[in-house]
Nanobody
Framework: QVQLVESGGGLVQAGGSLRLSCAASGRTFSMYTMGWFRQAPGKEREFVLYANWRAGITYYGDSAKGRFTISRDLAKNTMYLQMNTLKPEDTAVYYC????????????????WGQGTQVTVSS
C-alpha cells in the first residue's frame, strides 16, 4: 500500500514561488510514475507533470512548462514540486499521485493519491 502526504501549500502573491512536498511510503519513487495534479473549484482535475525516475522520464503539462520543476530526495523519501512565477490561475488544490503506467497524464490511471494541499495565488 502506497501512502502519499502532501504539504507546503499556502497563500502567495502573483509572481512568487512555492515548493510543495510529497512524502511517500516505501520504495515508491523507484516503482511508480509519480505525478502532480491540481483541481480548482468547479473544474476537473488537471495534469501538471509526472516523472518516472527509473526510466529517466519527465513530462510537463502546458501549465507547468518553464515555471514548475519536479525533483526528489531519496534520503527523505520525498518529492517536490517547485513552482515559480505563480499566477492567480494556478490557484487550486494540488495532489501528488502514483501510477504503475509508465507514461500517463490521465488521473484515473493513477492508483494512489495524497490528500491534497491548497495553493492560493493572489493578484
Amino acid at each position: 500500500q502506497v501512502q502519499l502526504v502532501e504539504s507546503g501549500g499556502g497563500l502567495v502573491q502573483a509572481g512568487g514561488s512555492l515548493r510543495l512536498s510529497c512524502a511517500a511510503s516505501g520504495r515508491t519513487f523507484s516503482m511508480y510514475t509519480m505525478g502532480w495534479f491540481r483541481q480548482a473549484p468547479g473544474k476537473e482535475r488537471e495534469f501538471v507533470l509526472y516523472a518516472n525516475w527509473r526510466a529517466g522520464i519527465t513530462y510537463y503539462g502546458d501549465s507547468a512548462k518553464g515555471r514548475f520543476t519536479i525533483s526528489r530526495d531519496l534520503a527523505k523519501n520525498t518529492m517536490y514540486l517547485q513552482m515559480n512565477t505563480l499566477k492567480p490561475e494556478d490557484t487550486a488544490v494540488y495532489y501528488c499521485a502514483a501510477s504503475r503506467v509508465l507514461r500517463t497524464t490521465t488521473p484515473n490511471q493513477y492508483e494512489y493519491w495524497g490528500q491534497g494541499t491548497q495553493v492560493t495565488v493572489s493578484s
